[in-house]
């Protein structure tokens, strides 16, 4: 659990990491372990951010979701500036799974909330706008998991959400292993690098 949360003032802390690695989890894991603390948190996904589906078949991104261009990049930085601000209640986008696609205003970030955690693919990313993404945190971390691990809880993610065993391996050895190319290069710039025990 994080130490530094100033009293009383508000935390945001980044998880960063590919596709599969587990920040989802360990964003909850933090939000759930601060809460038994008695300290108020949250969780403020990236993939809040992602472009509808509608939007990317449009646009001819259906087939990379998940890639830099299929999300609202500056709608994410507005709100993370929002959530700095602690002054008013943020209402932030949250994903569904099962729909595979954004919900709008379904995450309270009240004022009192003193930890905000927020997991993505490319929030160490050096590409603008992306890199404006660490002056608005207090501090990042990069999971990091075995490749073959994160590639195996993909294909069953993608399979759970509805895709054939062929196309959730192609999705999983296809664009998301191109965009977890790119997420490893962004390591560097992390405060931290965790690696969570296997479930």
Not at 53 to 80: C, N
Not at 92 to 104: I, K, Q
Request: with cysteine; glycine share 8%.
């Amino acid at each position: 659990m994080l130490t530094s949360v100033p009293e009383p003032g508000r935390f945001v802390l980044g998880i960063a990491g590919a596709p599969g690695a587990g920040k989802s989890t360990c964003a909850a894991r933090l939000v759930d372990q601060a809460t038994a603390a008695g300290v108020s948190a949250v969780v403020v996904p990236m993939d809040g951010f992602h472009l509808a589906q509608s939007v990317l078949e449009a646009r001819g991104l259906a087939d990379v979701k998940g890639a830099p261009e299929t999300f609202d990049a500056y709608g994410y930085l507005a709100v993370l500036q929002r959530v700095r601000a602690a002054d008013h209640t943020v209402w932030a986008p949250s994903f569904d799974r099962t729909l595979e696609e954004p919900v709008a205003g379904s995450i309270a970030v009240e004022p009192g909330v003193r930890l905000v955690v927020t997991e993505g693919n490319y929030l160490l990313d050096a590409a603008d706008p992306w890199v404006r993404t660490a002056d608005l945190l207090d501090e990042t971390w990069f999971v990091q998991v075995p490749d073959e691990l994160r590639r195996t809880r993909l294909i069953a993610r993608h399979k759970r959400f509805g895709r054939s065993h062929a196309e959730a391996v192609e999705h999983a050895l296809g664009s998301d292993e191109r965009n977890a190319r790119r997420i490893a290069a962004t390591r560097e710039r992390a405060d931290l690098v965790i690696t969570p025990p296997v479930d």
